[in-house]
T-cell receptor
Framework: KAGVTQTPRYLIKTRGQQVTLSCSPI?????VSWYQQTPGQGLQFLFE???????NKGNFPGRFSGRQFSNSRSEMNVSTLELGDSALYLC??????????????FGPGTRLTVL | LAKTTQPISMDSYEGQEVNITCSHN???????ITWYQQFPSQGPRFIIQ???TKVTNEVASLFIPADRKSSTLSLPRVSLSDTAVYYC???????????FGKGTHLIIQP
């Protein structure tokens, strides 16, 4: 069974631009969560989607948004990029929307660099 | 809001048993305790989950006392490859259960 895939793996943008990251969950998994990881702040939760609905949300500004499609694939968008948005963005999938009850399977991440 | 507290870092040696304790004083009745392991430049990987007493799998054991205000992840006979960051989460169905925090950086020496 294929794991969680994320595209692209690496991305370089400049301040003010916007970016869209994509995540394909494990087949059969219906929940997708997104995380931002930086050396200073650690691993921070962005949002969780299940059945195309946002179920849980972390403490991030509105520039960070996401959506989930009917096939459970998810995208996250960051608008008006800032230098501080440079990070590893991780996507995780689980069978059901869980708020952590169910095991999460993580993808390899997208490394975003904002110049 | 069940916040967790764990040591920032720990050191041990190959072959030793390592115990990492996590405090979660405000744990709710329906919360579970979940531990993940993360290597550099990789996403976290699930290790173990429990509700009370003791849970054991092929890689670790999880000890949870009766009051459930803390939990201890036990790694038997660690090796160099166990050097990683370990996260404790209290999973109650909301965003708290998806909050990883800073974790414990475990360094295993030869």
């Amino acid at each position: 069974k294929a794991g969680v895939t994320q595209t692209p793996r690496y991305l370089i943008k400049t301040r003010g631009q916007q970016v869209t990251l994509s995540c394909s969950p494990i087949s059969g998994h219906r929940s997708v969560s997104w995380y931002q990881q930086t050396p200073g702040q650690g691993l921070q939760f962005l949002f969780e989607y299940f059945s195309e609905t946002q179920r849980n949300k972390g403490n991030f500004p509105g520039r960070f948004s996401g959506r989930q499609f009917s096939n459970s694939r998810s995208e996250m968008n960051v608008s008006t990029l800032e230098l501080g948005d440079s990070a590893l963005y991780l996507c995780a999938s689980s069978l059901e929307a869980s708020g952590g009850y169910n095991e999460q399977f993580f993808g390899p991440g997208t490394r975003l660099t904002v110049l | 809001l069940a916040k967790t507290t764990q040591p920032i870092s720990m050191d041990s040696y190959e072959g030793q048993e390592v115990n990492i304790t996590c405090s979660h004083n405000n744990i709710a009745t329906n919360d579970y305790i979940t531990w993940y392991q993360q290597f550099p430049s990789q996403g976290p990987r699930f290790i173990i989950q429990g509700y009370k007493t003791k849970v054991t799998n092929e890689v670790a054991s999880l000890f949870i006392p009766a009051d459930r205000k803390s939990s201890t992840l036990s790694l038997p006979r660690v090796s160099l490859s166990d050097t990683a960051v370990y996260y404790c989460l209290v999973s109650g169905g909301g965003a708290d259960g998806l909050t990883f925090g800073k974790g414990t950086h475990l360094i295993i020496q030869p």
